[in-house]
T-cell receptor, first 115, second 114 residues
Framework: NAGVTQTPKFRILKIGQSMTLQCTQD?????MYWYRQDPGMGLKLIYY???????DKGEVPNGYNVSRSTTEDFPLRLELAAPSQTSVYFC??????????????FGNGTRLTVT | EDQVTQSPEALRLQEGESSSLNCSYT??????LFWYRQDPGKGPEFLFT???AGEEKEKERLKATLTKKESFLHITAPKPEDSATYLC???????????????FGKGTKLSVKP
């Protein structure tokens, strides 16, 4: 199994440009998440989805949008990129939620630089 | 405010030199505490989940323990391949049903020299 696959691995954007970070998982997980990881900081939740057609904001949603049309895919859209969005973005998935928590499975990240 | 603090920020060990990493947390009600390992350029990889004070879990040279205020990740006789950043995360009851609403610490970067 491939697990969680993210594309692209690296990307450089100019201020004001837009892009979509792709995430797909082949584990039939209902829950999917987008995190960002800034140097020296903990992972922060951007958006999450509990199933196809259902999404909700996390801790730092401003400047981002998501959609979940299928169980497998959970793309993250950046509109009008800003330098503050320079970060490493991780997509994750899990089978079920608490109290019978299953661990998050992470992709290998997309390193985004906005200049 | 709910928060997670990991210490030390970085730890250098000689191969075979046992030590512990600390994760202290402040949450209104702990639903679960998670340990992840992260290698450079990779996503975090799940290690352990702990739910209640007194609980312990082991995997190879790693042992995680939990008290009401902190968790320890004990590394016994580490090898160079144990070098990585170790992340601690907690889930609080007031974050609702999604396990993804985790509060992550900043991590401890472990280097093990041969």
């Amino acid at each position: 199994n491939a697990g969680v696959t993210q594309t692209p691995k690296f990307r450089i954007l100019k201020i004001g440009q837009s892009m979509t970070l792709q995430c797909t998982q082949d584990m039939n997980h209902n829950y999917m998440y987008w995190y960002r990881q800034d140097p020296g900081m903990g992972l922060k939740l951007i958006y999450y989805s509990v199933g196809a057609g259902i999404t909700d904001k996390g801790e730092v949603p401003n400047g981002y949008n998501v959609s979940r049309s299928t169980t497998e895919d959970f793309p993250l859209r950046l509109e009008l990129a800003a330098p503050s969005q320079t970060s490493v973005y991780f997509c994750a998935s899990s089978y079920i939620s608490a109290p019978q928590s299953s661990p998050l499975h992470f992709g290998n990240g997309t390193r985004l630089t906005v200049t | 405010e709910d928060q997670v603090t990991q210490s030390p920020e970085a730890l250098r060990l000689q191969e075979g030199e046992s030590s512990s990493l600390n994760c202290s947390y402040t949450v209104s009600g702990l639903r679960g505490l998670f340990w992840y390992r992260q290698d450079p350029g990779k996503g975090p990889e799940f290690l352990f989940t702990l739910y209640s004070a007194g609980e312990e879990k082991e995997k190879e040279r790693l042992k995680a323990t939990l008290t009401k205020k902190e968790s320890f990740l004990h590394i016994t006789a580490p090898k160079p391949e144990d070098s990585a950043t170790y992340l601690c995360a907690v889930q609080a009851f007031n974050y609702g049903g999604s396990q993804g609403n985790l509060i992550f610490g900043k991590g401890t970067k472990l280097s093990v020299k041969p």
